[in-house]
C-alpha cells in the first residue's frame, strides 16, 4: 500500500517536481528493456508477483517513481524506508511489522529464474562453482588447452573463469605451476612471465590484469612443452617416499665440528670450482641409488641445449672413474 499524504498535506503544497512524478508504468520513460511492454519487469508488477529487488543509480533517475509505481500497481504491502537516515530501532520496527503481516496473510516474495536475471542484466549467467565441479571442469579446460598449444581454446576459457568472478591470482598461481609443469626448461622465461602476470594481478588487479593473464595465458600455449622436470620430480619423489632413509655419502656431508671431521665428515670432498672443467667425479647419491636417473631432458626448445650438456657431463664422469650411469 502507497504512502497517503496526511490531512496537513495538499498536492499544492508539494514541490513541482512531485506533483509530475509519474504514476503509472505507461507515464515512466526509461528502462523500456525492463518496462516496455513484454519486458521482464513490467510482467512481474502487473501479475503482482514482485520479489526482493535493489534500484541503484544516482539521485534523479527514477528510483523512487518507480518504488511508488510498483507499491500502486500492486497488492503487497509497502513501506516507504531508507536504511540510510534510519537506525536500529526503525529497522527493527520495519521487520516486526513485516513479520506480522505475513502472519495475517500478506503474500511472501518467492521465481528468480536464471532467465529473469539475464533478462534483468542483459548479460548471459555463467554457470560457475568456485569450489564445486565446475571450476575444476574450467581450470583442467584451461590447463589442458595449453598443454596442447591452442591459444584460442586457453584464452576462451580464461576469459569464462574470470567473468564467472573467479579469484585472477588463483589463475595466476595456475599458470605458473604449468610454466614449469608442462613447458620447463625448453623456455625458462616460460617461468618469468607466469610470475610477472601473478604480480601484475595482485599488484591491478580485475579488470585491468585481464590483458596480462592473457599474455601469460598465449605464452604458455604458443611456447615448446617439456614435462621432463615434473616427470623428474615424481621419479625422485617415489625413491624419497618408498627407499630407505639413505644415510648422506660421508664426501658430501658438512664437517662443522672437531669430531664430525674425526668421522670422515666432507673427507675426499673436490670442490668443483677448484677444477679446470669445473666438474669432480664425486658420487652424490647413496649406495642403494647410484647410477639412477631422474632428470631425461627433451628435445624440446631450449632444453635441447640441456640435454646435449648433461651427455658431456656424464662422458666426463664415466671418463674420470665416477659411478655415474652413461
Not at 96 to 116: C, D, L, P, S
Amino acid at each position: 500500500m502507497a504512502e497517503q499524504m496526511t490531512m496537513f498535506e495538499d498536492e499544492a503544497s508539494l514541490p513541482l517536481a512531485a506533483r509530475l512524478r509519474p504514476r503509472t508504468l505507461d507515464e515512466f520513460v526509461g528502462q523500456k528493456h525492463l518496462l516496455g511492454e513484454g519486458k521482464v519487469l513490467r510482467r512481474i508488477i502487473e501479475s503482482d508477483k514482485v520479489g526482493s529487488m535493489i534500484f541503484w543509480g544516482p539521485p534523479g533517475v527514477g528510483k523512487t517513481t518507480l518504488a511508488r509505481i510498483i507499491a500502486n500497481r500492486t497488492r503487497a504491502k509497502f513501506i516507504d524506508f531508507s536504511a540510510v537516515t534510519s537506525g536500529i530501532k526503525e529497522i527493527k520496527q520495519v521487520m516486526e511489522q513485516a513479520e506480522k503481516n505475513r502472519r495475517f496473510g500478506e503474500k511472501t516474495i518467492t521465481t528468480v529464474t536464471r532467465e529473469t536475471i539475464e533478462g534483468i542484466t542483459s548479460k548471459k549467467s555463467l554457470l560457475y562453482d568456485k569450489t564445486g565441479e565446475e571450476h575444476y571442469n574450467l581450470i583442467s579446460a584451461l590447463h589442458k588447452s595449453m598443454r596442447n598449444s591452442d591459444p584460442d581454446a586457453a584464452v576462451y576459457w580464461l576469459a569464462r573463469m574470470l567473468e564467472a568472478g573467479e579469484d585472477p591470482l588463483y589463475i595466476a598461481r595456475r599458470v605458473t605451476r604449468f610454466a614449469s609443469e608442462d613447458v620447463g626448461l625448453a623456455d625458462p622465461r616460460a617461468l618469468e612471465i607466469a610470475v610477472a602476470a601473478y604480480q601484475a594481478c595482485h599488484f591491478i588487479g580485475m579488470p585491468e590484469c585481464t590483458v596480462h593473464l592473457t599474455q601469460a595465458v598465449v605464452y604458455m600455449a604458443m611456447a615448446p612443452k617439456s614435462n621432463a622436470l615434473y616427470v623428474a620430480y615424481g621419479r625422485a619423489r617415489k625413491d624419497a617416499l618408498e627407499q630407505l632413509a639413505e644415510p648422506v655419502p660421508l664426501v658430501i656431508r658438512n664437517a662443522p665440528t672437531k669430531l664430525m671431521k674425526e668421522l670422515d665428515y666432507g673427507k675426499g670432498y673436490e670442490y668443483a670450482h677448484d677444477t679446470a672443467d669445473k666438474l669432480t667425479a664425486m658420487q652424490c647419491l647413496p649406495d642403494s641409488l647410484s647410477g639412477r636417473e631422474y632428470y631425461a631432458p627433451t628435445e624440446e626448445g631450449l632444453e635441447a641445449k640441456y640435454k646435449a650438456r648433461l651427455a658431456e657431463i656424464k662422458r666426463w664422469k664415466k671418463e674420470h672413474g665416477g659411478k655415474q650411469a652413461d
